[in-house]
């Protein structure tokens, strides 16, 4: 019989009641130190003072209204995140693959209104992950996630990350835009060079077509820098990012020039739930802290600490760990035993982290870990590597 849940998810048999900073409690009482952070999504950790407040209060007020008003705290929102990045305008949703639907959609809408309906297709990266809606699955391409749901939306052309030549070789009369992750997610954590992002953002211009960036999972302060693309000193011309932009509130939105917004006019996209109150309440008290001061070198710190201790275990056991990847607080370990062995001894251990393509574990914990949790993990990890080499 049919589980009463669709049965979409390969779950691990464990609930968790409630969670405290960077633990987690299970309903057997069980404490979990956190290095997945619900696929990178709580970067606050659990139960952080600050949003929990904003919530409540917020709560007592006014939860959803819809976007036929006017929304101040999407307005709030929008300018803190425009003042912070190379936007000039945002839309609200509700997820990553919405978010990404939305880039999509602009960078399409864009060229159309620009006179060049012609111009319909984004040119997409193997490896890549953007979602799980038809259009997200389309633009990521794995055989995985599109079989049996053809037909195939159409629009996308692949070539291979990293690869500048293929990038080149692939754009047409029809090429719109490009559309990649700074980093890989998904994908297995496969940061792409400055140089190549730099690369994009030189060719784009060249040929008049536009620079999306999926920043679902490396936005929000994951690497270290409220978004990824700083690090390359390059801006894009949309970008779509999710995950931690709600402390753990379901939230996404589009981050766009004015330029390239200007397809998007009333009537052309929406959202009935997109930015209501209570998800621009989440996201206002999470911006507060990864806006403070120092907050975003506490990041960059603690990504070279557990950069550091990732090292020293791929070095401790070759027989298990082949290999460290990442970015800031995005990083994985190669592993050369199934990535879901490591996954279930580091669970068994208390450990907490995520699986990624490529045979690689992701660890991605909250933004506010502290040196002491990293030492936690690096024993938990130890031990685990320990086991599996026997
Ligand atoms: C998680 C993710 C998505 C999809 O986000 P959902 O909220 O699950 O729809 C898209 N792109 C990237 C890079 C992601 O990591």
């Not at 987690?24 to 003072?49: C, I, K, M, Q, W």
């Not at 060049?116 to 997200?136: D, K, S």
């Not at 389309?138 to 990293?162: N, S, T, W």
């Amino acid at each position: 019989m049919i589980s009463t849940v669709l049965p979409v998810y390969s779950r691990a048999d464990i609930a968790f009641e409630k969670g405290e900073g960077m633990y987690l409690v299970s309903t057997e009482g069980r404490r979990y130190l956190d290095f997945g952070s619900g696929v990178a999504v709580n970067s606050l950790g659990h139960a952080h003072p600050h949003l929990v407040a904003a919530l409540k209060a917020q709560a007592e007020k006014l939860w959803h209204c819809s976007n036929l008003y006017r929304v101040p705290g999407q307005e709030a929102v929008a300018a803190r995140l425009i003042a912070h990045s190379f936007a000039d305008t945002v839309f609200f949703c509700n997820s990553g693959a919405e978010a990404m639907e939305g880039v999509i959609k602009l960078v399409r809408k864009y060229h159309y209104e620009a006179g060049h309906p012609e111009r319909n297709r984004i040119i997409v990266a193997r490896g890549a992950f953007h979602g799980r809606t038809l259009a997200t699955i389309a633009a990521g391409g794995q055989e995985k996630h599109l079989k049996g749901f053809a037909p195939i939306v159409d629009g996308f052309d692949r070539v291979a990350y990293g690869n500048l030549n293929e990038l080149r070789a692939a754009i047409g009369p029809h090429t719109a835009g490009i559309l990649v992750e700074p980093v890989q997610g998904e994908g297995g954590i496969v940061p792409a060079s400055l140089d190549y992002l730099r690369a994009l953002r030189a060719v784009a211009d060249e040929f008049g077509i536009l620079l999306a960036l999926d920043e679902v999972q490396t936005g929000n302060g994951r690497t270290g820098k409220l978004y990824a693309y700083e690090w390359a000193g390059i801006t894009p011309d949309v970008l779509g990012t999710a995950k931690g932009l709600g402390g753990g509130f379901p939230l996404g939105a589009v981050l766009a020039t004015e330029k390239a917004a200007s397809g998007m006019t009333p009537g052309s996209h929406g959202s009935t739930f997109g930015g209501n109150p209570l998800a621009m309440a989440a996201a206002g008290a999470t911006l507060d802290i990864l806006l403070a001061d120092g907050f975003m070198e506490h990041v960059q710190k603690m990504g070279s600490l557990l950069w550091d201790t990732f090292g020293r275990l791929v070095k401790a056991h070759p027989k298990v760990l082949e290999d460290q990847r990442g970015a800031g607080l995005l990083q994985g370990l190669k592993c050369k035993v199934p990535n879901t062995a490591l996954n279930k001894a580091l669970l068994d251990r208390g450990l907490l982290a995520v699986g990624a393509g490529d045979n690689v574990e992701r660890f991605v914990p909250p933004l506010i870990v502290e040196p002491a949790h990293i030492a936690e993990a690096a024993e938990i990890i130890d031990a685990a590597c320990k086991e599996l080499a026997a």
